[in-house]
């Protein structure tokens, strides 16, 4: 066994790692310039002005005598300022939407001063920031493992009873482990361009084994391709020699060639490989391959891949491998990323049909359970777990026919497996996990969240005079007047003393939006506007309000990051309930 590359990936692990690594800086101390100036991301200049200048007319210190009113309106003042500063410029709000706050403070940005597209922009700083990443590459590995276990129950459905009536313990099927495959493989990245992957595995089938360890050394040559050398040696199939090359022909069109010899003892027996891959659409690739060596054939194949579904359509010509496979996979758009997938599978070596479903049980964790049902393979339940890079497979050999009850219980058995597992196990797991996380979240912010918590209480207090100014006019032409504002998580117990914890009353800084009888919230964490903090960190949360317009009274529910514009007809409440 031969470790593989995935093509096309290794010429971009180094600076995708980076971004992640510095994307998870970033996150942690970065104010939403966009929801403190309460404007979308696709702003225009005028749009930013007008709601600065409705902001600095708000804040502004000298507006306020009272000394420390004055001192909360002169630093609430200086926040919008600089939210004003970088989206008004095109330059620094190309920076602040790829990195955000953080990114603005990297020296170096007035080499960038010529280059003002996002793709350059980004290009940049990944070139100011080589020397951490450099540091950071002797550090990560990238280990990457599976654990095969194949098991042999065919006794469970195909025995014969009369001839275990004479032998102690007959009575009880004979299941057993009768092949094992154990493979691992590591990173060890040289430069920002050079990596080394060693990789072995060790097989055993039938009380018959051998291993291979294997070398490659893979080189990024441009942004358009990199290629890699692999040394391999084995007492299976003997030493192996290899090489590798990807390159992008086009920004929709690829192509990968691969050649090796191996050292068998039969002989020298050489191989190589063609691919070619074009983008057909979006969400559509076409796929080319021609193989010469010990299994010769020509695949071509067609994969569309949605952001709900997933299908393959393929067709192998070769001498002694010919097939036609089609394959669908429905991706349900839930928390836990449940997938169901079907596929048939028709060649010289029969037909098989697989069916089964993937689940994602943990944060680093997926289970997935396929039923392969064969002519003349017979029935396989195949139950795979992925544990971050690591991988595990139980493939268990059910029968050698096609038995319906086989095939029953290799479907349901599973199933109901998992919903005990699942209801007894993983859900009070997660859920002790994401309570354990969510109090060390708490304690780690909490100087921030009293931060937050005083500049909102202060931005209250500077808003006022102009609240009182606001609806002493709204009322004089029956116009929009928000009653009670609440924001944050609504639990399901009455006790107003839970809900008080879990939320903020946030009347006056939504009262201070309105304009023109309208009040219009962007798509972002209403946590950010002036007034507002964030009262349950982690948690979801939303905004409920009782509002009056015309002499009617209306009410609506807003989730956290959803848009809202008042008023609305939908919101009114019937004058009956």
Not at 29 to 43: C, F, M, T, W
Not at 420 to 430: D, E, K, M, V
Not at 436 to 452: G, V
Request: aromatic residues 8%; glycine residues 8%.
């Amino acid at each position: 066994m031969s470790f593989q590359i995935t093509g096309g990936v290794g010429g971009t692990i180094p600076n995708a790692n980076m971004a992640a690594s510095l994307d998870d800086d970033f996150e942690s101390d970065n104010q939403d310039y966009y929801s403190l100036l309460n404007v979308r991301k696709e702003a225009t200049l005028d749009e930013l002005k007008a709601s600065y200048r409705r902001l600095c007319m708000l804040y502004h210190p000298d507006k306020h005598r009272d000394p420390e009113l004055k001192s909360q309106a002169e630093q609430l003042f200086n926040q919008v300022h600089q939210a004003y500063e970088v989206l008004s410029d095109a330059h620094s709000r190309s920076i602040y939407d790829i990195f955000g706050k953080k990114g603005l403070e990297v020296e170096g940005w007035e080499v960038v001063e010529r280059k003002r597209t996002p793709a350059e922009i980004r290009e940049e700083y990944e070139r100011l920031q080589t020397e951490r990443e450099e540091r950071r590459l002797q550090q990560r590995t990238n280990p990457k493992g599976t654990i095969s276990v194949g098991v042999d129950a065919t006794d469970l459905f195909d025995r014969y009873d009369e001839d275990f009536e004479e032998i102690p313990g007959g009575g009880f099927p004979h299941i057993e482990i009768n092949k094992m495959h154990i493979s691992q493989s590591i990173e060890a990245p040289l430069t920002n361009s050079d990596t080394a992957v060693l990789s072995g595995s060790l097989s055993t089938h039938n009380g018959n084994g051998g291993g291979n360890i294997n070398m490659t050394v893979r080189r990024v040559t441009s942004a358009k391709g990199w290629a890699e050398v692999e040394l391999g040696a084995g007492d299976i199939l003997g030493p192996l020699i290899g090489l590798k090359v990807f390159r992008n022909l086009t920004p929709r069109c690829f192509l990968t060639a691969q050649c090796g010899l191996q050292f068998s003892p039969r002989g020298l027996r050489p191989s190589c490989s063609l691919m070619t891959a074009r983008h057909l659409d979006q969400n559509t690739m076409g796929y080319l391959q021609w193989r010469r060596g010990p299994n010769s054939a020509m695949t071509s194949s067609l994969v569309r891949d949605t952001k709900s579904s997933h299908f393959t359509l393929a067709l192998q010509l070769g001498v002694a491998h010919s097939y036609l496979m089609m394959s669908y996979q429905y991706k349900f758009q839930d928390e836990e990323q449940t997938k169901v997938k079907g596929s048939v599978k028709a060649g010289w070596f029969g037909t098989v049909v697989e069916y089964g479903a993937e689940r994602k049980i943990s944060r680093h964790s997926v289970l997935s359970a396929t039923v392969s049902i064969g002519v003349p393979q017979g029935v396989t339940l195949k139950i795979k777990l992925a544990r971050a890079s690591q991988t595990y497979l139980f493939p268990v050999h059910l029968t050698d026919q096609l038995l319906p009850s086989a095939v029953f219980y290799a479907t349901v058995g599973p199933l109901l497996v998992y919903l005990a597992i699942h209801r007894l196990i993983i859900i009070p797991y997660t859920q002790a996990q994401k309570e354990q996380e969510l109090e060390l979240h708490r304690k780690s912010s909490s100087a921030d969240i009293a931060k937050k918590k005083h500049e909102a209480e202060s931005a209250v207090l500077l808003m006022q005079e102009s609240v009182r100014r606001i609806i002493e006019g709204e009322e004089s032409k029956m116009g929009l007047i928000i009653l009670n504002a609440w924001y944050g998580k609504f639990v399901s117990d009455t006790s107003l003393k839970q809900e008080k914890a879990k939320v903020i009353d946030v009347t006056v800084p939504l009262q201070c939006l309105v304009k023109d009888s309208k009040l219009i919230l962007t798509e972002a964490s209403k946590a950010g506007l002036p007034g507002f903090y964030d009262p349950c960190v982690g948690e979801e949360k939303s905004l409920k309000l009782l509002y009056q317009f015309r002499g009617a009274m209306h009410q609506v529910i807003s989730a956290d990051t959803e848009s809202l514009r008042l008023p609305k007809q939908s919101h009114r409440i019937e004058s009956e309930s």
